[in-house]
């Protein structure tokens, strides 16, 4: 059975930084690719960065320059880390697991101005 285990969410001041975890169950994880989305309040699902197996990234243009993803194979973790934070990157934001289609169960970003 799937799994998949977020964590990091929280509030922080703009600029400030947080970095988001997603750890994933299985032994498929090295060969799939893995991506964080955000959906806030009314607002449509979006992808914010995504990775593949090979590690090729790519991000939503409102995040470049200020986000990073990584992974981690030895530990079936996806990472996002996030600076210079924005009051609009306040949403919930979604691991997505490409080899399984399946959603993690979101974690909570709050960015106060």
């Known amino acids: 059975q799937v799994q998949l285990v977020e964590s990091g969410g929280g509030l922080v001041q703009a600029g400030g930084s947080l970095r988001l975890s997603c750890a994933a169950s299985?032994?498929?994880?090295?060969?799939?690719?893995m991506g964080w989305y955000r959906q806030a309040p009314g607002k449509q699902r979006e992808l914010v960065a995504a990775?593949?197996?090979?590690?090729?990234?790519n991000y939503a243009d409102s995040v470049k320059g200020r986000f990073t993803i990584s992974r981690d194979n030895a530990k079936n973790t996806v990472y996002l880390q996030m600076n210079s934070l924005k009051p609009e990157d306040t949403a919930l934001y979604y691991c997505?697991?490409?080899?399984?289609?399946?959603w993690g169960q979101g974690t909570q970003v709050t960015v106060s101005s």
């Open positions: 997505y697991y490409n080899l399984y289609n399946y």
């Open positions: 299985g032994t498929m994880f090295a060969i799939s690719g």
């Open positions: 990775i593949t197996s090979a590690g090729s990234t």
